[in-house]
């Protein structure tokens, strides 16, 4: 069944189709599977390169025996089990953010954490939170959060009890843009100073100025998407009819 867990056959024609340079989507099909399922499998598995469906297999029984250990720990965070939801699907879909992140080439724990923090109502947790939820060191949590914090996309802040929490909130993927577009910004100047060195009608020193002048395009383009749709960050989104959001 597409819901199902995965068997040991599936996990084998999986790696048969990386093998063969299918895409997880193909693969999915093949199988009739949703392509989250397949993305996940693979990315947690060692990813498409290393990926073993023997060791794959094992793995899985090894984290299906933790988890029923560890039931009463793994609740999730306290806002986790709020609002009737479903505490499986929501670790399921935590999974899943955390393996897009993966893909878009944030390291493992940083994608972990940032999902963490993502699926969090308030948008922000503690050390101490992220410590019990995701079952990892302090040291872990502290790397990953400077990690993400350099990058723009978590900030610090203190509670009244005057904790540190880790923030997500409506502003961060703007600034997150902003950040992005200097550093092509960067890029493109780096770029230009190539061409001075390796003399302006050289083959390479043309190469180097089409990339500047391309990233300083797609550097412009950003910032000025992103000051045009900064407001969508702060507006609510609209409902249908029976109550999902809808496109604003």
């Not at 560890?70 to 609740?75: G, I």
């Not at 990058?151 to 929490?165: I, Y």
């Amino acid at each position: 069944m597409p819901g199902g867990r995965l068997t040991q056959q599936e996990r084998q024609q999986i790696a048969l189709g990386l093998a063969d340079d299918l895409s997880y989507a193909e693969i999915a099909r093949r199988l009739d599977r949703p392509t989250s399922t397949v993305t996940r499998e693979v990315m947690r598995n060692g990813g498409p390169t290393t990926y073993r469906a023997d060791l794959a297999h094992r793995a899985t029984e090894r984290r299906a025996h933790r988890r029923k250990q560890a039931v009463p720990q793994r609740a999730g965070t306290p806002e986790q089990q709020t609002h009737g939801r479903d505490a499986e699907a929501v670790r399921e879909y935590e999974e899943v953010l955390t393996t897009v992140l993966m893909q878009s080439g944030t390291p493992k724990m940083m994608a972990r954490v940032l999902a963490c923090l993502y699926i969090s109502d308030a948008g922000s947790l503690t050390a101490a939170e992220l410590v019990q939820h995701l079952h990892v060191s302090p040291a872990s949590v502290s790397k990953a959060i400077a990690y993400l914090e350099g990058q723009g996309l978590v900030r610090r802040e203190r509670d009244e009890g005057r904790r540190e929490r880790y923030v997500v909130d409506d502003d961060v993927w703007y600034q997150s843009m902003l950040a992005s577009a200097r550093g092509t910004a960067h890029l493109a100047e780096t770029a230009r100073q190539g061409v001075s060195v390796l003399g302006p009608d050289t083959p390479a020193a043309a190469r180097l100025e089409n990339i500047a002048r391309f990233v300083d395009f797609v550097s412009e383009s950003i910032v000025r998407a992103a000051v045009q749709a900064r407001e969508v960050l702060h507006t609510p989104p609209q409902r249908t009819s029976n109550g999902s959001p809808g496109s604003t």
